[in-house]
């Protein structure tokens, strides 16, 4: 280590001043007699941890040298990963790109699965059933695998490394555990000929190969003249070390550049790197000044802007800029309600960390784009066309601006699940004008997407050619049209610009492979989701940052929002594959290196800036999004005193004098439940414990019918799935058993018979409309097996003598204040036996309305019946727990309600029954397990269902009167976080 150089720039002054200075200094010393005036630095490369600081740097080392009035070559300032390019590529340029790399994943697996698939089925039970001849299916498995592979090698560990050190951990038996590392190592060995083949490597491969054979071939790198400097490198992985391991002898100096003072030089290798034990008991003082405990997500924001209102007080207008404060996000939940908030009060900001691409406008238009191209429903046609920018260049195209306005015409007298190619050609009898258009608009987006709507396999460079197309069409000289751009203007141009290069770049890609169209497309947006834009010139305002960009920041002022745990330190759920003990074993990222980086990082933000007298603000949440609500580790390291009286003060109650959200005369309930334009007239028996979870969530469900729109439309909704399977079961009805037959044989004509009508259903609903799509094939195999399980239970049922009197069954009945179902009438439709009179009932008010799914009546059993609750999906019921004995109240009312309700129909018609059984019957593919989960309640508990429904049922009516739905709140659900944005707006009205 004699060539390495090391120096503790200390905490008295920012990182980057210091490291500027000290750049400065050692080369003006090094000035030679035929430039005395310049600071020649190009043969020096500068390693810092981030973009931003690359770009801050470079304006400090200019701001120095004008003020020595010195000339200045500029050095090479780049982030680690770069140097790792530079040290491993050679003149060949075989490392393969990104995307070929995940090709070749996918490859390799589809050869394991087609010679080897003993193999492929080690690795876990959820990728059984990829197809190998689906390449989208296996590139998610491939992602999965490159990510394994990815961290591992951060460790200068391969997959059969790993097998070793799993031993090493346990004395138990883990074969099928070191199985799983096997098998992976399979794949690996099939992905690496893969390469070879096309005479490439990867760029993990070329770092075990560099590192073992030492030997540097970067011709565009001459080493022997450089001065490495390592500034701020905290957080080096192994394979880092090793590559500046073989450095040591062929650069010409590596110097590191340390953020902290003399006295913690055991803290450090050579490298900068932490040393990790010495960290985790380092301790840490913040005062109850600098904190701010929130309630939650709003109440986080507004302390955060009520402390840029007090600093800024302190000052003369003309004495703080909005660069000398930073805010540093933590919990990346918290941004949207910030940046609001700041809005709110006309403060500008700008993201110092860049701006994932995905999160541009024209992103998300070829994400919807894709989505309807892949699946045509309705969802996806209505969600591409609200998206902003397509709705100006319709509008545009059409010489109309009533595109939404006639989609939601269309859309309110038309709530179908399905839009196929043929949906609304085939509506002859309603909406003309909103029908019109909107097929003329239909049929413009199919020619827009004309490449990508068929079944003709094309190179990956074509996808890229009408990708562009596509863009150009929607996004004409978007920047040279702008007169005054706002920042989302010059935000939409740089992701264009961005987009363009990469689909370039693409083409000049060696990939001989084809592709549907679809798949290109897919192969392609994830490609440009990686990439970020960095801030925009000539926007000024205060800088949001990431946490690990904050100790290199140097403005005066700095509020840390989002301090809680799971983000500060980071956590990470477990891994089935890389669970923390291996990861410590491998030496690879874990918890114990999260923790000491995060105390490091905490540890250097306070000194530096204790030192400066400036200011540093810090707030957490009681309640966040991951649901712990807990404040960061970090805030609890220090003397004993200073952590008891941090507990109390965060277990305490809010203190009255918290900053508010919401002004006092301001109601974000009053602002949003208008008074109801008629009655309620229906109430449904399913909805009752949604008003007793939150009354205004059940206004906003069932009294506006507001819905949620599916995040994805690649599968079947799981409300459309389970419509599938009801809509599947309901046939039953028409199903003759033949008893006598064994229990597989009559298993075996109950499955054929509901198959049949399986395949019918999906064929009407999804095939016919061309709305198929892999993952809707793979639920529909599900449902077949849950189907299968069925049957062999079904058959059992009928060979006990039960038989299916009703199906889908529906009643309603008169919701009278007064009296709720003790003396009120059902009404039931579709019934087999002694039909009720359809003017028997006099209905008025509001109703009630249920629907049971399945009536089953067994003559040879006393004449029992049994009311049946069909469970698909996330809905099973492994356990019946309506009702809470130690609360005595009722959770959910459909079963007591279907009991009640049926009772009534059976004494009225003089049907005698000694009791009625009660129960779920669940959907599953497990044959093993029993299906049907009876409930067992009392008759005198049953009546209380009864009593709790018509308290509730008044409640509905007296907040219908009023418009006083209470709002509960259930934690960072979406709802909580947009009325929390909403009502920020509000405090300033």
């Keep these: 280590m004699e060539n390495n150089d090391i120096y503790f720039l200390g905490w008295n002054k920012p990182f980057l001043h210091s490291v500027a200075e000290h750049l400065i200094e050692y080369y003006q010393a090094q000035k030679t007699k035929d430039s005395p005036t310049w600071l020649e630095m190009q043969n020096a490369y500068i390693v810092l941890p981030s973009e931003s600081a690359k770009r801050r740097l470079l304006e400090l080392l200019v701001q120095v040298s004008e003020q020595r009035k010195l000339g200045l070559i500029p050095p090479n300032i780049i982030t680690i990963g770069k140097l790792v390019d530079l040290l491993i590529a050679d003149q060949l ?67 059969q490394d790993v097998p070793e050190a799993i ?15 096997v098998a992976l190592n399979e794949i690996y060995q099939e992905y690496l000929k893969l390469l070879k083949a096309r005479q490439l490597t990867d760029r993990h491969q070329k770092i075990f190969e560099t590192v073992a ?99 800024t007080e302190k000052q003369q207008p003309d004495q703080i800029f909005s660069e000398d404060i930073v805010i540093g996000i933590a919990d990346q939940n918290l941004r949207p309600f910030l940046e609001d908030s700041l809005k709110t009060q006309n403060i500008s900001f700008r993201s110092g960390v860049g701006l994932k691409i995905q999160q541009t406008k024209p992103l998300h238009l070829l994400k919807l784009f894709y989505q309807y191209w892949l699946n045509p429903n309705y969802d996806t046609f209505a969600a591409l066309l609200r998206h902003p920018d397509l709705e100006n260049y319709l509008t545009q195209h059409f010489q109309t601006s009533q595109i939404i306005e006639q989609l939601i015409e269309y859309q309110d007298q038309h709530l179908q699940e399905n839009y196929g190619t043929k949906a609304i050609i085939a509506d002859k009898y309603r909406c003309g004008t909103a029908k019109t258009l909107l097929i003329n608009i239909k049929n413009h987006i199919q020619e827009l997407g004309r490449e990508f709507n068929t079944q003709d396999k094309m190179p990956l460079s074509s996808c890229c050619v009408f990708l562009e197309k596509l863009l150009n069409t929607i996004y004409p000289l978007a920047a040279e049209e702008l007169t005054s751009p706002t920042q989302h203007d010059l935000q939409t141009e740089l992701a264009i610009n961005k987009i363009q290069s990469i689909l370039k770049n693409l083409t000049l890609l060696k990939i001989t492979e084809t592709f549907l169209p679809l798949e290109g497309f897919y192969l392609i947006y994830s490609e440009i989701t990686k990439e970020t834009l960095y801030p925009v010139v000539g926007f000024q305002g205060i800088n949001l940052l990431g946490w690990l960009e904050i100790p290199l920041d140097d403005t005066p002022l700095l509020a840390l929002s989002g301090f809680n745990e799971g983000y500060l330190p980071e956590s990470v759920n477990e891994d089935a594959f890389l669970p923390n003990a291996l990861r410590q074993k491998l030496g690879i990222l874990d918890d114990t290196r999260r923790l000491a980086r995060e105390i490091a990082t905490f540890k250097s933000i306070l000194e530096s800036r204790k030192q400066n007298q400036h200011q540093v ?117 028409d199903f003759k058993p033949e008893t006598q037959k064994s229990t597989p ?63 889908e069954l529906k009643f309603e009945s008169s919701a009278l204040t007064e009296e709720i179902l003790k003396d009120t009438e059902f009404k039931f439709e579709k019934l087999n036996f002694t039909r009720v009179q359809e003017n028997s009932v006099a209905f008025t008010g509001l109703k009630l309305r249920g629907r049971i799914d399945r009536v089953d009546y067994n ?43 049926y009772q009534q129909l059976l ?58 739905w209470e709002f509960k709140t259930t934690g960072q659900s979406e709802l909580d976080n947009i009325l929390g944005i909403m009502s920020i707006n509000l405090a300033t009205e």
Aim: glycine share 2%; aromatic share 10%.
């Design 93 to 159: 340029h075989d490392i393969a790109h990104p995307l070929e790399c995940k090709l070749f994943w996918a490859e390799a697996l589809k050869h394991i699965q087609e010679n080897s698939p003993e193999i492929f089925k080690i690795l876990s039970p959820k990728y059984k059933n990829t197809k190998p001849d689906s390449l989208l299916s296996r590139l998610n498995l491939a992602e999965k695998i490159n990510s394994i592979y990815y961290e591992i090698s951060t460790g200068m560990k391969q997959f």
């Design 167 to 181: 031993l090493s951990l346990s004395t138990s038996d883990l074969t099928d555990e070191i199985n799983r590392w």
């Design 213 to 311: 054979s030492n030997n540097f071939t970067n011709p565009l790198l001459p080493l022997s003249s450089i001065k490495l400097w390592l500034a701020g490198t905290t957080d080096l992985n192994e394979n880092h070390k090793q590559l500046l391991n073989c450095l040591q002898d062929k650069v010409a100096k590596i110097t590191t550049l340390i953020f902290a003072n003399p006295e913690y030089a055991d803290y450090y290798d050579n490298f900068g790197s932490l040393q990790i034990k010495k960290w985790q008991h380092e301790q840490i003082h913040v005062t109850d000044e600098q904190l701010n405990i929130s309630d939650n997500y709003q109440t986080q924001a507004a302390a955060i802007c009520n402390f840029l209102k007090q600093v």
């Design 617 to 733: 603000f810090i707030t957490c949440s009681r309640t966040v999004a991951s649901g712990h609500g807990l404040p960061s580790r970090l805030l609890f390291i220090g003397d004993k005193t200073t952590i008891a009286s941090r507990i109390q003060s965060f277990f305490s109650a809010p203190s009255s004098t918290a900053v508010q959200p919401i002004h006092k005369k301001y109601s974000i309930l009053q602002h949003l439940a208008q008074p109801l334009k008629q009655d309620i007239k229906y109430i449904n028996i399913t909805s009752l414990a949604d008003f007793v979870n939150c009354p205004y969530r059940f206004y906003l469900q069932h009294i506006l019918k507001l819905k949620t729109i599916a995040a994805t439309t690649e599968s079947i909704s799981d409300s459309a799935l389970g419509s599938l399977a009801h809509s599947t079961l309901e046939a039953l009805l």
């Design 745 to 807: 044989a009559l298993a075996n004509d109950i499955y054929q018979f509901l198959i049949d009508r399986l395949e019918t259903l999906y064929f009407e609903i999804y095939a016919a409309t061309k709305n198929t799509f892999p993952l809707t094939l793979i639920q529909k195999q599900i449902l077949e097996e849950q189907l299968r399980s069925f049957s062999h239970w079904q058959a059992k049922r009928y060979q006990e003598g039960w038989i299916i009197l009703e199906t």
């Design 859 to 901: 003559p040879q059993n006393q004449g029992k019946y049994a009311l049946l609750d069909y469970k698909t999906g996330d809905n099973l019921k492994k356990t019946i727990d309506d009702y809470k004995p130690q609360l005595k109240k009722w959770t959910n009312f459909q079963l007591p309600a279907y009991a009640l309700a």
């Design 907 to 964: 004494k009225k018609n003089n049907q005698v029954t000694s009791a009625i059984e009660l129960g779920y019957l669940n959907l599953t593919s497990n044959p093993d397990e029993d299906l049907l989960n009876q409930a067992d309640w009392s008759a005198e508990i049953l009546a209380s269902a009864g009593l709790q429904i018509k308290e509730i049922v008044a409640s509905i009516i007296s907040s219908n009167n009023s418009q006083n």
